[in-house]
């Protein structure tokens, strides 16, 4: 059981827009930064989103991160068949005095 | 170009320890911007951080696996290790090390910014 909250699959067709969550507490999302991953199949993660949202260098812009109080949210617009991976929320849990990542949600670009 | 190479068996015994190294060339594991860290992703599974250590000797360990696991840092070979004990089934899993990037004024996480390909290590008899 993770510490954050992920939907395990989200799907959506080219060219549309699909968003994935990413639920924590105060003890961690709400109170320090979180990065979001890609990790395509076979490969190691990707840094996509740091500091709640800022894109790394050279991640385009139709991918972006938001934050809210206990929960964050990765959107990417324009999906291509290139998109279809496996998505990670991480951030620090004061709790925990560690660093956490939620279950993963595996994209399907339909 | 910073990279990251991970180094160590592929297959554990139960019971026996396990040592990993991460060799990173193209940049100093000696920086006020970054911790070392292992994280781990069993197979079909999401990923499970491990541990990270800053260059001064600062460590942070998952809660979970802390009591079997060490991490160090080997500054002249500018190279980073961790070491689980007591192996078991459960710790077959893709091993990682990353480099952990923090803010300047308050040492936050921002992210796990380069990361090893990874290696697999498969424990059984």
């Known amino acids: 059981q993770s510490v954050l909250t992920q939907p395990p699959s989200v799907s959506a067709a080219p060219g549309q827009r699909v968003t994935i969550s990413c639920s924590g507490s105060?003890?961690?999302?709400?109170?320090?930064?979180v990065s979001w991953y890609q990790q395509l199949p076979g490969t190691a993660p990707k840094l996509l989103i740091y500091?709640?949202?800022r894109r790394q260098s050279g991640i385009p812009d139709r991918i972006s991160g938001s934050k809210s109080g206990t929960s964050a949210t990765l959107d990417i617009t324009g999906l291509q068949t290139g998109d279809e991976a496996d998505y990670y929320c991480?951030?620090?849990?004061?709790?925990?005095?560690?660093?956490?990542f939620g279950g993963g949600t595996k994209l399907t670009v339909l | 170009q910073l990279q990251l190479q991970e180094s160590g068996p592929g297959l554990v015994k139960p019971s026996e320890t396990l040592s990993l190294t991460c060799s990173v060339s193209?940049?100093?594991?000696?920086?006020?911007?970054?911790?070392w860290g292992w994280i781990r992703q069993s197979p079909g599974q999401g990923l499970e951080y491990i541990a990270s250590?800053?260059?001064?000797?600062?460590?942070d360990y998952s809660p979970s696996l802390k009591s079997r696991v060490t991490i160090s840092m080997d500054t002249s070979k500018n190279n980073f290790s961790l070491r689980l004990k007591s192996m078991t089934a459960a710790d077959t899993a893709i091993y990682y090390c990353?480099?952990?990037?923090?803010?300047?004024?308050?040492?936050?996480?921002?992210?796990?910014?380069?990361w090893g390909q990874g290696i697999l290590v498969t424990v059984s008899s």
């Open positions: 250590m800053y260059y001064s000797g600062t460590t």
């Open positions: 500091d709640d949202n």
């Open positions: 193209g940049g100093s594991i000696i920086s006020s911007s970054y911790n």
């Open positions: 991480g951030t620090w849990d004061s709790s925990l005095s560690a660093v956490v």
């Open positions: 990353a480099r952990l990037w923090l803010t300047m004024v308050r040492a936050e996480i921002r992210g796990f910014d380069y």
């Open positions: 105060s003890s961690n999302i709400a109170n320090y930064y």
